[in-house]
């Protein structure tokens, strides 16, 4: 569905991307991990489109994103942080990705506005709400309109354990209709169920991309986040340049 | 009651042979294409001294009609004399002379002679009144003439540049004239007297004359009242002239650079009072202008009000009001020998404390940024601009380009009552 | 796009800042027409308000608006929009906003008290200063990418339009006075659409100090027909370049 091929981006002086290729199919759930500055957003916001790349093609459908901007359509994007224009109502926030949308009323999935209770707060305004109010925003927005691609930057930072179930629920639920699911976190335990893959970044370099299947078989762990501790030791005593790393792109991400 | 009577009959009576008597000394001459007398020429030639020409309406070109006998020459329902481009329409060379109800159009023109429409010559107690002079080269001219009255009048002429056309009314050492209630559009000056002395002018309107709408030079004690100088090419200008009088009138819209509402120049012992100056680029301009009283005159939105040079001194501006103006007074110089007091300044920021109704603090008329413009007429564009505004508040504060002693030390805080 | 601009300018209109500044306008202009029995002289004191405060709000709210607009530019990136709609929608909300708080904070006082072709002018001016220096924030705020240098660059620009430009003027007018500069002048305030309003307003108010000898040549210059359109142009030409640049750096920028 989404492929990046030879992806590099350069923000000044500093490599964020260097060759990264990857391609991701409907039904996966995919994991983008990786090291603060390890390009994790930088690459996200390749594909929606937010960031231009340097050289190499991203695909969607089979069809480079390159002067498009109607393939986002199709994609439901939470971003890190949400911040909306602070004197507009949660109302008007979803009326005005729904008339930016267009997509019928009958067609719109609203299950997590109930869930979250954000029908109770629609005279409420940006301005006044909490992070974690915000965030749930976020969420409803990139589910409202039932795209094919989900796309999650830290989808449970700023979420409480309750509304981070209800997400996780979420996602599961979509999975299953066979859509695409990408997402970055930190915290490794909380996707142990959810994922099928795994796709490693350090330094703007892609590491590996494995099924989560064949990385436990790797690496003999069950859990995602020792599989990946021990990925991480492998490496860092393979080239052996852990001391050398230099955190380069902190500023971008 | 038939005494009464009586003597009414014989008053009467009386009268009728007055009258008979006057009918015998001073008779009537008719002329018109339908009279025995045909053209005004022969009806002067065959008139006796005190005759009255009455002239019927219709086209009269005869060229140059002199008048050298005392005559009454009367129009009927305004018969047109015309010049035919060739010549001066009447010379008056004879005292008690009235021309009165023509038409007196299309003179000669020429850059060697002041050729006019009606020109008086040498003479005393003629009367032009109730004629309308159009398009000749000057209007009516005066040359070394007494007692004479120009009343009446309107002047319109089609000047297109200033040496192509000559003045309206124009007067040369000429003495106790009455002009009086002219209306004089599009000459060269609208009026102009030189050497001219003791006259009256007053009620006429000089409007859209190419250079000055009143010209004066060496014309001592003479009365300007209650006319209106309007749009004029260069406003009005006076000159080497001393005991002038100005009162109740109107100078306004004279727009243009070296446009004013007056221009003194050389003069002295002067008064002028009661004048509404409006919107004129420069209300009044003095050069050499020295112990002239100009007060409760009104000065409305005029671009500079005074513009007063280092030459002038122990003039005294009092009791005037000053609105509306781009700037009150400009000077070329730092040295003050002029007076201001009393006058009603629309920009005083001054209090009252003690509610007399005289500024506690001093105004000072001229700004900073005048100065600068005086110096460097361009920087007008700057003008209220922030920067500019606040260069003239500092100066304000602390004066010290302004000349220090250009102040009005008790300024009204109402507008007087003018 | 139409959508958008609506909301855009629902969120502006509501904001603190927006309404404050009606209100601050619309007490001075209240309070200045009331004080003076003379309209004309009404209309004076409103010039330099207006200049001097009109330019500062809309550059500074403009960019303070983008800059924390951020995310939401993001979001709106993140759907199927264009980034030209997405960019012209935040400009076209700031300009009506801006044009809207001017009109209701001094227009209706200038209509009211002052109705006349200065009025007009001056209504004009202020509604185009206000689209103009929305048009330069955006420029602003899309080619410095941190926020605090960006607010330092709005102020800057401001402080250079409405004092800095004027000085340097008079700086070269002194330097060239035994020139004939006045159709220089007339260029020169041009590249000043602060300066540009205030002397179109100026050769109304002060029209009699301005047929004077030099003034006579703006007076001829921007008094005629076509001097008007061709200040109009102007005007318009100071929104299109700061917003058509900023809007090619956005289409190519990386958020």
Redesign the interface.
Known sequence: MISLQNISKQFGRFKVLTDVSFSCNKGECIALIGPNGSGKTTIIKSILGMVIPDSGTITFRGKSIANDYNYRSDIGYMPQMGRYPENMSIGQVLGMMKDIRKIPENLLDEDLIKSFGINKLLDKRMGTLSGGTRQKVSACLAFMFGSQALIMDEPSAGLDPVSSEILREKILIEKEKSKLVIITSHVLSELDDLITEVIYMQDGRMLFQKSLHALRKDTGEEKLSRAIARVMRQQDESDGLQEARVNTSELRN | MPKMLKIITLLACLWLLAATVMELSARTIRVGKTQSVTSIRQAIRVALAGDTILVDKGLYQEGNIIIDKPLVLKGIETPVLSGQKKYEIISVKSPHVVIEGFVIKASGQSSMQDIAGIRIYNTHHVSVTGNVLEDNFFGIYLQQSKHCLIKNNRLKAYGKAEHLIGNGIHSWKSDSLTIYGNHIQGHRDGMYLEFTTNSNVEHNTSHGNLRYGLHFMFAHHNNYTHNTFSSNGAGVAVMYTNHVNMKSNNFKDNWGDSAYGILLKEISDSHIEDNLFSGNTTAIFMEGASRIRINNNRFNANGWALKIQASCMDNRIERNNFRANTFDVATNSSLVLNNFDNNYWDKYEGYDLNKDGVGDVPYRPVSLFSMIVERYPPAMILFRSFMVSLLDRTEKMIPGMTPEQLKDTMPVMKPLNL | MK??VK??I???L??RIMIAYTVVLLVISFSVFSIED?P??GI?SL??II??IVPLVSIIFSTIYIY?????I??????????KSIWLSMFTGLAVSLSLAFFAGAGIVILLYAWSMTGAIMLGCGVLLSIVFAAIAMLASVKIRDKAKGIGTAILLWLYF??LF??L??FL??QF?DYP??KG??A??FLNPI?LS??L??LR????????????V?QSFFGSEVGMVIALAIMMTWIAVPLSISTIRFN?K??
């Open positions: 959508k958008l909301y855009i629902a969120d502006i509501r904001s003379n004309a002289k004076l010039l330099n200049l001097f924390n607009s951020n995310e939401f993001e979001l709106l990136v993140s759907q199927p929009l264009q980034r409405s004092m004027d000085t003027v008079l007018l002194f006075s500069i006045e002048m007339i020169l305030s300066d205030r002397v307003i100026l108010i002060d029209v009699s100090a301005m047929m004077g000898y030099t003034g006579a703006f190519n990386d958020l």
